[in-house]
Nanobody, 117 residues
Framework: QVQFVESGGGLVQPGGSLNLSCATS????????MSWYRQGPGNERELVAH????????RYSDSVKGRFTISRDNAKNTLYLQMSSLNTEDTAIYYC??????????WGKGTQVTVSS
């Protein structure tokens, strides 16, 4: 059974940092590309960052480039998102998701990130 458990969200002040994790189980993690998505209040879900299965290639949305870092530990079956210089527009529920070919086939339940003073 494929499972994702996101953690690390919370309340942070503007300019602060948070580190998200997505612990996975039930499949061979190292075989799949993974992404972080987010959905802010009143917004559609959007891609934040993407990483290939071996972790050698990443890409980011323009809104987070230079501030967020996606990484993975295939030995621990875990996906990470390091977030810094957070601003109020980063407030959202953050989800990890798995790619099966060109399709997103599994999603986590999300972790809330709130940036507020």
């Amino acid at each position: 059974q494929v499972q994702f458990v996101e953690s690390g969200g919370g309340l942070v002040q503007p300019g602060g940092s948070l580190n998200l994790s997505c612990a996975t189980s039930g499949f061979i993690f190292s075989h799949y590309a993974m992404s972080w998505y987010r959905q802010g209040p009143g917004n559609e879900r959007e891609l934040v960052a993407h990483i290939h299965s071996r972790g050698d290639t990443t890409r980011y949305s323009d809104s987070v480039k230079g501030r967020f870092t996606i990484s993975r530990d295939n030995a621990k079956n875990t996906l990470y998102l390091q977030m810094s210089s957070l601003n109020t527009e980063d407030t959202a529920i953050y989800y990890c998701a798995r790619w099966h070919g060109w399709v997103l086939d599994y999603w986590g339940k999300g972790t809330q990130v709130t940036v507020s003073s």
